[in-house]
């Protein structure tokens, strides 16, 4: 029962903040209901980065094939952004959400036979439909400003539901540990994925307490205008670089994160779950405050604190491989993401009208999480060829990217309709 406490806890805590949202913070039900999902949900994600490259290294038939899995895992999630888009469009956010939830308790009980079987090529088409599943999932975050009327809530929703991935930081390892041997198998994990696949399927059950939400038009009125006309606006392109920078430096430091502490520095599997859990918990707790921060103080200071902390992780990370180094620079790591990414989004929703949105934010995802795959496939080969050190030092182009686009960010005049707290 003992190793059951944490991930007893933790959803216990789950749903009290779900009550929180809904009895005091009088949030639609609709929020509410996707906070408790997501988690459920996305847990698929950590497990896959926590045990995917571990367990992989006994599969593949070459150690530095390790991190295909979690790299199949994103450009199945890159390539599905614009089918998940586009059937929102045509079928509505609910029936859509449904498939993706769906795909993902697929892909776990695929993941839980291959671990039994050893099948490294059944587990790496597992890990597509993972992907895909969360290229659903992450449009939750779209469906949640569709269900809000007061548009000057919309950085306050969206930390909501990035703050729920801090409970899938500490459900999708947990399970990984306490069903590591709960089924037979050759080199253990098979137990995890069912116990994943068994938390997907209680997230369809509460999902389908989900109402469409009714889309209130902006005050932006007139035909759809050309993609090219959108993608041109200089607060997309910042939009873009931040969240897909925040995504790329995050995916290429996580993936090797693992494969560098515990194949590589032999430090212990409990201290590697240790600090993924923390990087992910890092990832979405400041979500409590930063909705906050962006009333406060503007989304152009957010993105610079996101960079200064990416900064940080360079700096941690370049001295050192000591278990503390690696908490250090994850949780910097996560800190910095979840204001990168927070930016992005908040700033693209202030670029598109409402009849444009679907096309809009599929094409953000579909570029964003084609760099997070491009980052976590060149993760493990350079990690394995050239070693930890110059992983971190190729970083440092995209920072100082990120670094000049915020400089123009400052010098650029806001889009009308952006709130003028959030300014």
Same mark, same amino acid.
């Given at each position: &029962?003992?190793?059951?406490?944490?991930?007893?806890?933790?959803?216990? /805590?789950?749903?009290?903040?779900?009550?929180?949202?809904?009895?005091?913070?009088?949030?639609?039900?609709?929020?509410?209901?996707?906070?408790?999902?997501?988690?459920?949900?996305?847990?698929?994600?950590? $497990?896959? $980065?926590?045990?995917? @490259?571990?367990?992989?290294?006994?599969?593949?038939? =070459?150690?530095?094939?390790?991190?295909?899995?979690?790299?199949?895992?994103?450009?199945?999630? +890159?390539?599905?952004?614009?089918?998940?888009?586009?059937?929102?469009?045509?079928?509505?956010?609910?029936?859509?959400?449904?498939? @993706?939830?769906? *795909?993902?308790?697929?892909?776990?009980?695929?993941?839980?036979?291959? +671990?039994?079987? +050893?099948?490294?090529?059944?587990?790496? !088409?597992?890990?597509?439909?993972? %992907?895909?599943?969360?290229?659903?999932?992450?449009?939750?975050?779209?469906?949640?400003?569709?269900?809000?009327?007061?548009? =000057?809530?919309?950085?306050?929703?969206?930390?909501? #539901? &990035?703050?729920? @991935?801090?409970?899938?930081?500490?459900?999708?390892?947990?399970?990984?540990?306490?069903?590591?041997?709960?089924?037979?198998?050759?080199?253990?994990?098979?137990?995890?994925?069912?116990?994943?696949?068994?938390?997907?399927?209680?997230?369809?059950?509460?999902?389908?307490?989900?109402?469409?939400? $009714?889309?209130?038009?902006?005050?932006?009125?007139?035909?759809?205008?050309?993609?090219?006309?959108?993608?041109?606006?200089?607060?997309?392109?910042?939009?873009? *670089?931040?969240?897909?920078?925040?995504?790329?430096?995050?995916? /290429? #430091?996580?993936?090797?994160?693992?494969?560098?502490?515990?194949?590589?520095?032999?430090?212990?599997?409990? =201290?590697?779950?240790?600090?993924?859990?923390?990087?992910?918990?890092? &990832?979405?707790?400041?979500?409590?405050?930063?909705?906050?921060?962006?009333?406060?103080?503007? /989304?152009?200071?957010? *993105?610079?604190?996101?960079? !200064?902390?990416?900064? %940080?992780?360079?700096?941690?990370?370049?001295?050192?491989?000591?278990?503390?180094?690696?908490?250090?620079?994850? !949780?910097?790591?996560?800190?910095?993401?979840?204001?990168?990414? *927070?930016?992005?989004?908040?700033?693209?929703?202030?670029?598109?009208?409402?009849?444009?949105?679907?096309?809009?934010?599929?094409?953000?995802?579909?570029?964003?999480?084609?760099?997070?795959?491009?980052?976590?496939?060149? +993760?493990?080969?350079?990690?394995?060829?050239?070693?930890?050190?110059?992983? $971190?030092?190729?970083? &440092?182009?995209?920072?100082? /990217?990120?670094?000049?686009?915020?400089?123009?960010?400052?010098?650029?005049?806001?889009?009308?309709?952006?709130?003028?707290?959030?300014?």
């Amino acid at each position: &029962m003992a190793m059951f406490s944490t991930l007893i806890i933790t959803l216990v /805590l789950m749903a009290l903040t779900a009550v929180v949202l809904a009895k005091v913070l009088k949030l639609p039900r609709n929020i509410w209901l996707l906070f408790l999902v997501q988690p459920l949900a996305m847990s698929a994600s950590p $497990v896959i $980065v926590f045990i995917g @490259g571990i367990l992989s290294t006994h599969l593949a038939p =070459d150690p530095s094939l390790a991190t295909l899995p979690l790299t199949l895992m994103i450009i199945g999630l +890159a390539c599905s952004t614009i089918p998940a888009a586009m059937l929102a469009k045509k079928w509505g956010r609910k029936k859509t959400f449904n498939i @993706g939830l769906s *795909l993902s308790c697929l892909g776990s009980l695929l993941a839980m036979f291959a +671990a039994i079987h +050893a099948s490294f090529s059944l587990f790496l !088409v597992a890990c597509i439909c993972i %992907g895909s599943s969360i290229a659903f999932i992450m449009q939750f975050r779209f469906a949640a400003m569709d269900s809000v009327i007061n548009k =000057d809530d919309t950085a306050k929703v969206v930390s909501v #539901l &990035m703050f729920a @991935g801090i409970f899938a930081a500490f459900i999708g390892p947990e399970i990984a540990v306490i069903g590591k041997d709960y089924l037979a198998s050759p080199y253990g994990y098979a137990g995890s994925f069912l116990g994943l696949a068994i938390m997907v399927f209680i997230s369809i059950i509460i999902f389908q307490g989900f109402t469409e939400p $009714v889309i209130q038009e902006n005050h932006f009125q007139g035909e759809e205008r050309p993609l090219l006309v959108i993608i041109k606006q200089p607060f997309f392109i910042i939009a873009i *670089l931040a969240a897909a920078i925040g995504f790329g430096v995050m995916s /290429l #430091l996580m993936t090797a994160t693992p494969l560098s502490m515990h194949n590589m520095q032999g430090h212990s599997l409990n =201290d590697t779950k240790w600090v993924i859990q923390s990087h992910i918990a890092a &990832m979405y707790l400041p979500s409590l405050i930063s909705g906050l921060l962006v009333k406060r103080i503007g /989304l152009k200071n957010v *993105l610079l604190i996101g960079i !200064v902390l990416f900064v %940080g992780v360079v700096i941690i990370a370049l001295n050192g491989q000591h278990v503390m180094h690696y908490w250090w620079t994850l !949780v910097l790591l996560g800190v910095g993401w979840n204001f990168l990414f *927070l930016t992005g989004t908040v700033l693209l929703a202030e670029c598109y009208h409402s009849a444009e949105r679907h096309k809009v934010q599929a094409v953000n995802d579909f570029i964003i999480f084609t760099v997070q795959a491009l980052a976590s496939l060149l +993760a493990g080969w350079i990690l394995f060829q050239s070693g930890w050190h110059n992983l $971190v030092y190729s970083t &440092m182009p995209f920072i100082l /990217l990120i670094f000049i686009a915020n400089i123009a960010f400052y010098r650029l005049r806001y889009p009308k309709n952006l709130p003028q707290k959030a300014q």
